[in-house]
């Protein structure tokens, strides 16, 4: 991992790190992200986000899934 953290700063590409448990997935336009640990995780969404399902603090084995206008 420390490999691949150090090639995407040398392209100057943007790396967010989540906690342990706290995943996060871009796919077909949608932002999804869910809560695998044992507390909640409130993530960090870009201006112009619409929360589509949950809210920004995912609870213990909760997801939000959002969009970027």
């Known amino acids: 991992m420390a490999v691949i953290k150090k090639l995407y700063q040398r392209l100057e590409i ?3 790190d989540y906690p ?3 995943l996060v997935e ?3 336009g949608l932002g999804i992200a869910m809560n695998y640990s044992d507390k ?3 993530i960090d ?3 112009g986000t619409e929360i589509l399902i ?3 603090t995912i609870p213990t084995a909760g ?3 959002w969009t970027v206008k």
Request: aromatic share 10%; glycine share 10%.
């Open 14 to 16: 943007p790396v967010k």
């Open 20 to 22: 342990e448990g706290v």
């Open 26 to 28: 871009f796919r077909d």
């Open 40 to 42: 909640d995780y409130t």
């Open 45 to 47: 969404l870009p201006t």
């Open 54 to 56: 949950g809210q920004k």
């Open 63 to 65: 997801v939000v899934v």
